[in-house]
């Protein structure tokens, strides 16, 4: 019995804890969805005038648009900065391992958790200065696009990779992937039909100015919705371990009721037994 009530003290303190941490969860959950989907609407704007450039056929030849022969690949991969969240780091972790295997990769981690689990396996790392996803604004994010484009312009690299979760709900965060450069429209097919398009000078110049601009805006909007969807899976982690708390709690007391009335009986028999012997 006394083995019991102990464990009971140890579930509830945790179960205390995870409470805690399923309300501060909760909390940044709603400020993190808040800067998503006021992100969204800058990716979009930036995504379109890009894919419209594109599609008008005048940025064919481009660098920028050109498959390259060589095989190098950087792979920005967003993680969080602690644990205590499901499978959030885990599920990013395998998508960077399935995409990268078998070939010359560097990465770029977003995330003390990404950065850690990168160094320990002694993978090469193009950048690894942004060791909080926490503390990373849109400064930072422009930074990154500035300096990939210039790394993919110089023949450092000759693709690039982002890595990160999509926030689709409270309950729902998805594994993604997006390929960056070399740029290529989503509407493949239309390429040349959009001869309409009037450019404020050169189309490759304005290219070589929105490409940067466009890596930075991608990179911001895919650490909102990193940071919406850590707190999105460690808030459903916690409230699943509240959960299997009180299932241990009730199921320990059921024990320890058991224990006790195993105790009563056994003294209301040694009472009988005494009496019955005098």
Request: hydrophobic content about 40%; glycine content about 6%; aromatic content about 8%.
């Amino acid at each position: 019995m006394n083995d019991i009530k102990a464990r009971m003290k140890s579930v509830q303190s945790t179960m205390q804890i995870t409470k805690a941490m399923e309300l501060v969860a909760t909390s940044k959950l709603r400020r993190a969805k808040e800067n998503a989907e006021r992100s969204r609407p800058f990716y979009e704007v930036i995504k379109k005038a890009m894919d419209d450039i594109d599609s008008s056929g005048d940025v064919r030849n481009s660098e920028w648009c050109k498959e390259k022969t060589g095989k190098k690949t950087l792979y920005i991969v967003m993680a969080g900065d602690r644990g205590l969240a499901g499978g959030y780091n885990s599920n990013i972790f395998k998508l960077a391992e399935q995409l990268s295997a078998g070939k010359e990769s560097l990465f770029l981690p977003i995330g003390k958790k990404a950065l850690d689990y990168f160094r320990s396996r002694k993978k090469a790392l193009y950048l690894s200065e942004y060791e909080y996803i926490a503390e990373a604004d849109i400064g930072d994010a422009m930074d990154i696009g500035e300096t990939v484009a210039s790394g993919y312009m110089n023949g450092e690299i000759d693709k690039v990779v982002l890595i990160y979760t999509r926030f689709v709900s409270m309950l729902t965060q998805a594994p993604v992937y997006e390929e960056l450069l070399p740029f290529a429209s989503d509407d493949g097919d239309e390429k040349g039909k959009n001869k309409d398009l009037l450019y404020d000078g050169d189309a490759e110049e304005l290219l070589n100015k929105l490409v940067p601009l466009y890596v930075g805006g991608i990179v911001y909007s895919a650490l909102c919705e990193s940071l919406a969807s850590e707190s999105g899976a460690r808030r459903s982690a916690m409230s699943a371990a509240n959960k299997n708390a009180s299932e241990m709690i009730d199921t320990l007391m059921l024990k320890f009721n058991r224990a006790r009335q195993a105790v009563i009986t056994q003294e209301i028999t040694e009472i009988v037994s005494g009496a019955a012997a005098q």
